[in-house]
């Protein structure tokens, strides 16, 4: 099994940055590939993106693509997402997730290829 703890989360103001982290545990050679997601109130939980372990390769959704970075720990203990110029519609309730498959990146942008999930940091932007 692998442990998901997400924190960092917070309110700030709409231009500012965050930081938010995802410390990994447990069975974490099995891990592959780690995603980052979101939900708003009343909202279907988004991507946002995901990296993968051996190649630190990256993707992004769209609508934070430029403003958003995904980095990882030297080992497989943490991931992190740099979020800059942050809008009101970035907040969510952030969530990391672990996946298992070796798949091509563009699979990991959708729920299902997840293993295991953190609780989730909020993340509130104020206009």
């Known amino acids: 099994q692998v442990h998901l703890v997400e924190s960092g989360g917070g309110l700030v103001q709409e231009g500012g940055s965050l930081r938010v982290s995802c410390a990994v545990s447990g069975r974490t050679f099995t891990s592959y590939a780690m995603g980052w997601f979101r939900q708003a109130p009343g909202k279907e939980r988004e991507f946002v993106g995901t990296i993968i372990w051996n190649d630190n390769s990256t993707a992004y959704a769209d609508s934070v693509k430029g403003r958003f970075t995904i980095s990882r720990g030297k080992t497989k203990d943490a991931v992190f997402l740099q979020m800059n110029s942050l809008k009101p519609e970035d907040t969510a309730l952030y969530y990391c997730?672990?996946?298992?498959?070796?798949?091509?990146?563009?699979?990991?942008?959708?729920?299902?290829?997840?293993?295991?999930w953190g609780r989730g940091t909020q993340v509130t932007v104020s206009s």
């Open positions: 997730a672990s996946s298992s498959l070796k798949y091509p990146i563009q699979y990991f942008r959708t729920n299902r290829p997840y293993d295991y």
